[in-house]
């Protein structure tokens, strides 16, 4: 354990069997992940601030909330709009919080952070996520507690950024196990889902991304027997892929092609997010899920490569 007075403050390192990841103090942040020397995110330097939300933690939902207004159990509660040119708020509440390690071996740390309850979102929530690496890969297990006394909306995902070594967005091999996609407005909001099978949005077989621009909730997902999901990346010209993989509590994938970043990040990798529920979920309810005064909830996901 390194400590640092950077921008993503202290930083845990984990090895094992040829895996290497780094997770900084500021949002619980994954800011590298590496597998045999390679480096296979799209992360950030320590000094840093997490750009496009590189790494981060989403959570208590993922997404966008529009106008960050919503309505929960007859009471309606409005979020500071934290993506104010589409008056939405964005991405959760944890994302730029301090998380502090409670375990550190050689190979997995597990990370927590206490969320109070706030304007918006009156209830307190305690998180804990425990990364480890082995031969297998990058394991993620997220666990959240509902400490307050009453019932709390909950939706959560992460935001890794996949580069293949040595390949463009344009060449990259893409497969998503969905039968769906939701159409989205001009604030990337959901209008409503639509069939992918046969259209520019159909991943279901490997094909190249081409010069498809790409920030689409896939939906209909389909599971294996194991019960996992999972998105693959990979190099058209060799046996090189990385596999996003998560189990059955994720019920949808968010794919971003970086279209809208800027600089040398513009298009440079693919964001691939599983998330529980879909955007605007605390608005509609779709897939909303709801915690129980002190209940615990837990969910995985990974990376292979």
Request: charged share 20%.
């Amino acid at each position: 354990m390194t400590q640092t007075a950077a921008k993503s403050g202290v930083q845990w390192s984990i090895e094992a069997d040829g895996r290497r990841a780094v997770l900084a103090e500021v949002g619980g942040t994954l800011r590298s992940f590496s597998s045999g020397g390679v480096e296979l995110l799209d992360g950030f330097g320590v000094d840093e601030i997490s750009p496009g939300s590189a790494g981060q933690i989403l959570a208590p939902w993922p997404n966008r909330i529009r106008d960050g207004r919503y309505t929960f159990q007859e009471q309606t509660y409005q979020l500071a709009l934290s993506e104010p040119a589409r008056h939405n708020a964005i991405h959760g509440l944890v994302n730029w919080a301090r998380w502090r390690a409670t375990e550190h071996t050689a190979s997995a740390v597990t990370l927590e952070f206490d969320l109070p309850p706030q304007v918006g979102y009156p209830w307190g929530l305690t998180l804990r996520t425990r990364w480890s690496v082995s031969a297998e890969g990058l394991r993620s297990v997220q666990e959240v507690v509902n400490t307050s006394e009453s019932d709390a909306p909950w939706g959560y995902s992460v935001h890794p950024y996949l580069r293949l070594p040595g390949v463009s967005v344009d060449d990259t091999v893409l497969q998503v196990p969905a039968k769906t996609r939701l159409l989205a407005d001009s604030r990337l909001l959901p209008l409503g889902a639509v069939k992918v099978a046969g259209t520019e949005f159909d991943y279901a077989e490997p094909r190249r991304i081409g010069t498809a621009v790409l920030d689409t909730t896939f939906g209909d997902i389909d599971f294996g027997p194991d019960g996992i999901t999972e998105v693959v990346l990979a190099d058209p010209d060799s046996d090189t892929k990385i596999t996003v993989w998560a189990d059955e509590k994720f019920k949808y994938w968010q794919v971003f092609s970086g279209d809208t970043l800027h600089g040398e990040r513009h298009r440079r990798s693919v964001a691939v997010e599983p998330m529980t529920c879909p955007p605007d979920a605390f608005r509609s309810g779709r897939d909303l899920i709801v915690l129980a005064p002190g209940e615990t909830w837990t969910t995985a996901w990974g990376i292979r490569a």
